[in-house]
T-cell receptor, first 115, second 110 residues
Framework: DTGVSQDPRHKITKRGQNVTFRCDPI?????LYWYRQTLGQGPEFLTY????????KSRLLSNRFSAERPKGSFSTLEIQRTEQGDSAMYLC?????????????FGPGTRLTVL | KQEVTQIPAALSVPEGENLVLNCSFT??????LQWFRQDPGKGLTSLLL?????REQTSGRLNASLDKSSGRSTLYIAASQPGDSATYLC?????????FGDGTTLTVKP
């Protein structure tokens, strides 16, 4: 069990560009979550998947944001036409529902800076 | 809408002191409550998870309690050490969605 991994760890982009982040959950975890965190704040829920199905999306997730989890394994989060307000740490977490206590295990995050 | 508040926002204590961090939430319809630790610039590390039917959980020097009816949880840290310095976050989960507080930043001075 190697834990949750995220790639890249840091991303600097210019306003208006598209960016894509990847998250690899703990193997066999059926739930995967995306959060956004800004300095001094707690993580804000963006969306979550159970297997390949996206079950809920926050109203924070504008139409510029899209997430996928093909085949119920890794997930990608894409931000189109980035804005300076998108600068934040994007965190991914996974959990195993139905057997364990549904403890969420977090990855190290991807820090996005939009210039 | 669920709201989670953590008080105090920051806390500084001398090494060896016992301390309590507080978390309150507005909607008692929760599935579980989880306490996390976050070091600067890093992801979150799970400390303890309390199911809605439980009252407390313990791990080493940490003890977390849950009073769902009053919308409160506490994290008790015994015999604090400088290595405990970090931001502590609580999160309540319902229907797959977790709501976090903004955390308490703890500094333990040698």
């Amino acid at each position: 069990d190697t834990g949750v991994s995220q790639d890249p760890r840091h991303k600097i982009t210019k306003r208006g560009q598209n960016v894509t982040f990847r998250c690899d959950p703990i193997s066999e975890h059926n739930r995967l979550y995306w959060y956004r965190q800004t300095l001094g704040q707690g993580p804000e829920f963006l969306t979550y998947f159970q297997n390949e199905a996206q079950l809920e999306k926050s109203r924070l997730l504008s139409n510029r944001f899209s997430a996928e989890r093909p085949k119920g394994s890794f997930s990608t989060l894409e931000i189109q036409r980035t804005e300076q307000g998108d600068s934040a740490m994007y965190l991914c977490a996974s959990s195993l529902v139905g057997i364990s206590e549904d403890t969420q295990y977090f990855g190290p995050g991807t820090r996005l800076t939009v210039l | 809408k669920q709201e989670v508040t953590q008080i105090p926002a920051a806390l500084s204590v001398p090494e060896g002191e016992n301390l309590v961090l507080n978390c309150s939430f507005t909607d008692s319809a929760i599935y579980n409550l989880q306490w996390f630790r976050q070091d600067p610039g890093k992801g979150l590390t799970s400390l303890l998870l309390i199911q809605s039917s439980q009252r407390e959980q313990t791990s080493g020097r940490l003890n977390a309690s849950l009073d769902k009816s009053s919308g409160r949880s506490t994290l008790y840290i015994a015999a604090s050490q400088p290595g405990d310095s970090a931001t502590y976050l609580c999160a309540v989960t319902n229907a797959g969605k977790s709501t976090f507080g903004d955390g308490t930043t703890l500094t333990v001075k040698p």
